[in-house]
T-cell receptor, first 112, second 116 residues
Framework: AQSVTQPDIHITVSEGASLELRCNYS??????LFWYVQSPGQGLQLLLK??????LVQGIKGFEAEFKRSQSSFNLRKPSVHWSDAAEYFC??????????FGQGTELSVKP | GAVVSQHPSRVICKSGTSVKIECRSL??????MFWYRQFPKKSLMLMAT?????????EQGVEKDKFLINHASLTLSTLTVTSAHPEDSSFYIC????????????FGPGTRLTVL
């Protein structure tokens, strides 16, 4: 069965520290992988996506993610977190038909 | 670009009534729209896929008679929660796909439904 697991429900990091949010997936075919961010009152915003090619994907707001097929992972990273990065982050897997399966989400808090 | 709006942003209704939620793509045409439901501190659950001019495709376990979806134009899809009950209280989110490329969805801000 297709699924996405985000092992960390809540993460707190200090402003300026590095960040890594974990995402593992189970998918029968070559997956399309996404990271979205959800802030209160705003729709989900696409941070980055991986379809094929270079396994290190650069996104907006300084985020990047690395696709590791052997580990079925697509972890999100940022070298230096800003207070405005506090939000809910969702990893998702999809296909060409557009259907997305979301992980449970990771809530990120940023300490001053 | 690629803005999706939802109306209303929040609605409170009495049990037994019906509520309509609108999803609009403001600056692009969306042949496909999706409807999701999000419970507190939970993931988004796909409810149905809405294609302009055809019947919606519902995910397993979603009652099509309770959650009526209409995609009457390339910029508007509506979700009607019929005979709402307190357990239908949730956050409903739509997304739209621009043109024929279905790999990137643009999400609306969501509608908070509370059924008393």
């Amino acid at each position: 069965a297709q699924s996405v697991t985000q092992p960390d429900i809540h993460i707190t990091v200090s402003e300026g520290a590095s960040l890594e949010l974990r995402c593992n997936y189970s998918y029968g075919a070559t997956p399309y992988l996404f990271w979205y961010v959800q802030s209160p009152g705003q729709g989900l915003q696409l941070l980055l996506k991986y379809f094929s090619g270079d396994t290190l994907v650069q996104g907006i707001k300084g985020f990047e993610a690395e696709f590791k097929r052997s580990q079925s992972s697509f972890n999100l990273r940022k070298p230096s977190v800003h207070w405005s990065d506090a939000a809910e982050y969702f990893c998702a897997v999809g296909n060409q038909g557009g259907k997305l399966i979301f992980g449970q989400g990771t809530e990120l808090s940023v300490k001053p | 670009g690629a803005v999706v709006s939802q109306h209303p942003s929040r609605v409170i209704c009495k049990s037994g009534t019906s509520v309509k939620i609108e999803c609009r793509s403001l600056d692009f045409q969306a042949t496909t729209m999706f409807w999701y439901r999000q419970f507190p501190k939970k993931s988004l659950m796909l409810m149905a896929t809405s294609n302009e001019g055809s019947k919606a495709t519902y995910e397993q376990g979603v009652e099509k008679d309770k959650f009526l979806i209409n995609h009457a134009s390339l910029t508007l899809s509506t979700l009607t929660v019929t005979s709402a009950h307190p357990e239908d209280s949730s956050f409903y989110i739509c997304s739209a796909v621009a043109g024929v490329r279905t790999d990137t969805q643009y999400f609306g801000p969501g509608t908070r439904l509370t059924v008393l």
